[in-house]
């Protein structure tokens, strides 16, 4: 029952997300830290691992961050943020996993764009809705 609860609220929260960088091409603080005390609670509630584990999940998130920093916001504090958040009920594999799914189909999207002359080198867009499938990818896996 819990693992039920765990995914489907890792789903909306990857819905709303997605919705939310796809139309404003920004993501709400509020909802951000909400999911992320919420998750971050149900995690520890349950004791699914050590707070090393936790720690460790928490990983891809942080270099996304530091990669946002990098890049000058090339990628997202947004979405290095929903990265973190998910990484505390997420365990690390599974969060590469969707990462890496997610930006096969992310480029899959962009060759078909350029492509079709409907987008640049330069044009952005948005990663969540391509995380949302990886992850999906990950659960069904």
Do not use: H
Not at 81 to 101: H, M, R
Not at 106 to 135: E, N, Q, V
């Amino acid at each position: 029952m819990l693992k039920i609860v765990k995914t489907v609220g890792i789903f909306i929260f990857l819905v709303c997300c997605s919705l939310q960088d796809i139309k404003e091409k920004q993501l709400s603080v509020k909802m951000l830290v909400l999911a992320g005390i919420s998750f971050a609670a149900l995690y520890l509630l349950c004791g699914q691992a050590s707070f090393e584990e936790w720690r460790r999940n928490m990983l891809p998130g942080m270099f996304a961050f530091f990669l946002a920093f990098l890049t000058k916001e090339q990628i997202g504090y947004g979405d290095a943020a929903c990265l973190a958040v998910l990484g505390s009920v997420v365990s690390c594999d599974a969060l590469l996993g969707a990462i890496i799914s997610g930006l096969l189909l992310l480029s899959i999207y962009s060759l078909a764009l350029l492509i079709g002359k409907k987008a640049d080198r330069k044009t952005k867009l948005p990663f969540l809705p391509f995380l949302t499938a990886g992850m999906l990818w990950q659960m069904i896996i």
